[in-house]
């Protein structure tokens, strides 16, 4: 059974930068696309960004194209994601997800999926 670990998560200043991790054990997710989603607080749950398994097709939401970047090292089973410029609206808990069976936007689609790390962004 894959498990799926976030790490990278922290405060920071809005205009900062973090890059957050997300971790395999157990098994292996080189072969299956990766997502990344976030919640912030009250808010349902939202695609952020994914990537096929060989990282060579990407896609963003509207609200982090251009700030975000996702991305993946197969030989060390795990994938980034690269936040700069935040703002304090990317506020949330943002979790990690692979090998969706249907629509890669939604997390529920996904067979593994990790516990989430924070992130806060003070303005």
């Known amino acids: 059974q894959v498990q799926l670990v976030e790490s990278g998560g922290g405060l920071v200043q809005a205009g900062g930068s973090l890059r957050l991790s997300c971790t395999a054990s157990?098994?292996?997710?080189?072969?299956?696309?990766v997502g990344w989603f976030r919640q912030a607080p009250g808010k349902e749950r939202e695609f952020v960004a994914v990537t096929s398994w060989t990282g060579g097709t990407t896609f963003y939401a509207d609200s982090v194209k251009g700030r975000f970047t996702i991305s993946r090292d197969n030989a060390k089973n795990t994938a980034y994601l690269q936040m700069n410029s935040l703002e304090p609206e990317d506020t949330a808990v943002y979790y990690c997800?692979?090998?969706?069976?249907?629509?890669?936007?939604?997390?529920?689609?996904?067979?593994?999926r990790g516990q989430g790390t924070q992130v806060t962004v003070s303005s």
């Open positions: 997800a692979a090998d969706p069976s249907g629509d890669w936007r939604n997390y529920l689609d996904y067979a593994y």
């Open positions: 157990g098994g292996s997710f080189s072969s299956d696309p």
